[in-house]
């Protein structure tokens, strides 16, 4: 599945990825491939991606983004709140 995370700033991420875990408002809830549509509003917390590959390049554009420590296929994002959709295999966060 695809993710694509953006802020007021930028596109914070964009990638394939194997799952996602998010804070949503009534607890933490993970969206794997093929995941049914959702809608959902996201609490401060930290957002969970693990991608595909062992390890990716975080760059400026990326700075916000942390490798998870002891494994380097799970990056790491903390937001304020934010939304996000899951449909057709696409997840879209729009974080703060």
Not at 31 to 42: D, G, R, T
Not at 50 to 58: D, G, M, R, V
Not at 75 to 92: A, Q, Y
Request: glycine share 6%.
């Amino acid at each position: 599945m695809y993710i694509e995370i953006v802020s007021p700033e930028a596109t914070l991420f964009s990638s394939e990825v194997d799952s996602v875990v998010v804070p949503g408002v009534n607890g933490e809830f993970e969206m794997l491939n093929n995941h049914a549509p959702i809608v959902s509003l996201l609490q401060e917390g930290t957002v969970r991606i693990k991608t595909h590959s062992q390890s990716i390049e975080l760059d400026e554009l990326h700075s916000r983004l942390v490798q998870f420590p002891g494994d380097n296929k799970i990056l790491t994002l903390k937001i304020k709140s934010g939304t996000i959709e899951m449909k057709d295999n696409k997840i879209i966060v729009l974080a703060d």
